[in-house]
């Protein structure tokens, strides 16, 4: 028997879209000779849906959108994800349709409550396990989460599946295809059965999946594993319960996984929110080089405007390398001096500042009358802006209110700056984009003479992973001054992150590529007391 693997990009809320992407799957595994379908967790409605969970008027959409498939399940058998609202009663669901019509029902028996999921807020827990057969073969179903605990397979094994079947929309974070890997390999040790697990792909809003399905059989052997990061329909042989064959594809870098999630990431949020391309302030530094060189890898060079934006401040080089950066990428490139703006609004100030040394205030002038500008071209062409901070910065409020935070989405919010030199090397091993002076000159804002963000900042290596413990790691600062490093560093890093919660909470969305970024899973108050033992 052969399975198919439908690895699918779903968009939220797009239900006869994501029905038509499922009926074009469906078309070609029959053409392939498959006898099943399988689709990823929502793949009707897309996931997460969010308070549309909320609305009636959302379950009977996707109601009719699964009424759409019917005629296409005449000859196989389709798997596919959807919310349902029986008798006042919200599901995630799973229906199994063969022959025109639903010849199996399951409702997900364990639901997520962490990091960036929240479904007890919208589903019930099913109770009942869904085993099909299918040519002699026994098919249980499980939804995502079920597979992470024992009770939904042992549920499944007990009503006599012959192979597990897992729908999932499982997001991507750095070391999570290993996670699943474990996770599936125990479930698989408990029942013996071989498992088939589809994973949605794709970008929404913060979240980025990255398909990588895959097949395990009972002796926990990996033997079949799909592209990561890329939509596609894999598929997969079976003699019985016995596994025959199945593509298998070599595991990326930590590097690759990470700039294709970002790429991933940046290309749906603007491809499928409509807008007509992205525009950035491009300063001679690293990160927006970088963020440049995600856009242009992800969108094509046509779709980008990068705007050099000097001030009295800015160095010569920064000016040559953006002008380098934009002539090797193909970009649309602009400069725009800030300097008569910046006289302006000090001379508009003068009175008021009067007999006070200028200090951070005209620094930040500096990234408003940026911000500004980027913002005025947004609103005339109708790109978005990019902002181009990292997660270092964002963590100890290193960026500007209605400066350099504002726009509309930001690439790097979830990267180290650490990373982001790993990131920079690892784009320019594929072909030299970035100049190798951006990536080995000593990072600044330059808003005022000489300066440097240490200067004000502990070493990047040593703020990182003070950051990552703290925030990552829910490790205390006692903890981490007896991890080595330097009282004074974890007192300034920790009062930092907790003192610009504020900004955080006003900043855009940004692409999460790690267990826990500033976004979902990070709910921290702006206002309060606590103060942390050192």
């Known amino acids: ?25 469906a078309l070609q595994a029959k053409r392939e000779g498959a006898r099943i379908l399988l689709t990823p967790e929502l793949s009707l409605a897309g996931y997460p849906p969010e308070d549309l969970l909320l609305r009636d008027e959302f379950y009977r ?67 009942e396990p869904c085993v099909v057969a299918i040519d002699g073969l026994r098919f249980g179903v499980n939804v995502c989460e079920d597979v992470w605990l024992e009770a939904a397979p042992a549920l499944a094994s007990r009503a006599g599946a012959q192979v597990l079947l897992v729908l ?51 002796d926990g052997e990996v033997v079949c594993q799909l592209q990561a990061f890329e939509e596609t329909v894999g598929y997969v042989e079976f003699n019985g319960d016995k596994f025959l064959s199945g593509k298998m594809v070599e595991a990326l870098s930590e590097e690759a996984s990470v700039y294709k999630a970002l790429c991933l990431g940046v290309h749906d949020y603007v491809r499928k929110n409509n807008f007509p391309g992205v525009l950035l302030g491009l300063s001679g530094g690293i ?30 080089m920064s000016i040559d390398d953006s002008r380098q950066m934009a002539n090797t990428l193909g970009v649309r490139y602009s400069e725009i001096s800030i300097g008569a703006v910046f006289d302006a609004l000090k001379g508009a100030l003068a009175a008021q500042f009067m007999g006070r040394a200028e200090d951070t205030t ?13 913002m005025a071209l947004s609103n005339k ?42 990131l920079a090397h690892y784009r ?19 808003l005022r003479p000489n300066q440097t963000d240490q200067d004000s900042l502990p070493d990047y290596v040593v703020l990182d992973a003070i950051a990552e413990a703290f925030m990552e790691r829910n490790c205390s600062p006692r903890e981490i ?39 979902k899973d990070w709910r921290y108050p702006i206002t309060s007391k606590f103060q942390s033992e050192f």
């Open 1 to 25: 028997m052969k399975i198919a693997i439908a690895q699918l990009n779903c968009t939220v809320g797009d239900i006869f879209g994501n029905a038509r992407k499922i009926r074009d799957a």
């Open 61 to 127: 959409a996707c109601e009719a959108g699964l009424a759409e498939l019917f005629d296409v399940s005449a000859d196989i058998v389709l798997v596919v994800g959807l919310p349902r609202l029986v008798g006042g009663r919200r599901f995630n669901a799973a229906a199994v349709l063969h022959r025109k019509k639903i010849i199996g029902w399951y409702h997900k028996l364990s639901l997520p409550n962490y990091d960036v999921f929240d479904e007890e807020r919208y589903f019930e827990s099913g109770s």
């Open 168 to 218: 999932n929309a499982s997001p991507y974070h750095l070391g999570k295809q290993a996670e699943r890997y474990d996770v599936v390999r125990a479930r698989v040790q408990e029942t013996g059965l071989p498992v088939v697990f589809v994973n949605l792909v794709g970008g929404q809003d913060e979240l980025v999946f990255d398909g990588a399905s895959f097949v395990m059989n009972p």
């Open 381 to 422: 062409l109708g790109s978005i802006v990019l902002t181009t901070g990292n997660k270092s910065e964002m963590a100890v409020g290193y960026s500007t209110l209605y400066g350099d935070m504002a726009g509309g989405f930001n690439v790097l919010k979830d990267i180290f700056k650490t990373l982001v030199y790993r």
């Open 362 to 374: 005209e620094e930040n002038l500096q990234a408003r009358i940026r911000g500004t500008m980027l």
């Open 481 to 519: 001054v007896a991890m080595g490093y330097r009282l004074e560093d974890v007192q300034r890093v920790t009062h930092l992150i907790k003192l610009n919660e504020y900004k955080r909470r006003q900043a855009p969305v940004g692409v999460r590529i790690t267990e826990r970024g500033f976004g």
């Open 428 to 446: 320019n091993g594929i072909s030299a984009v970035i100049p190798e002076r951006i990536i080995i000159r000593a990072p600044s804002a330059e």
């Open 287 to 316: 990160d927006s080089a970088l963020t440049l060189t995600v856009a242009v890898d992800c969108l094509g060079a046509e779709q980008v405007h990068a705007v050099m934006m000097p001030s009295p401040y800015t160095a010569q």
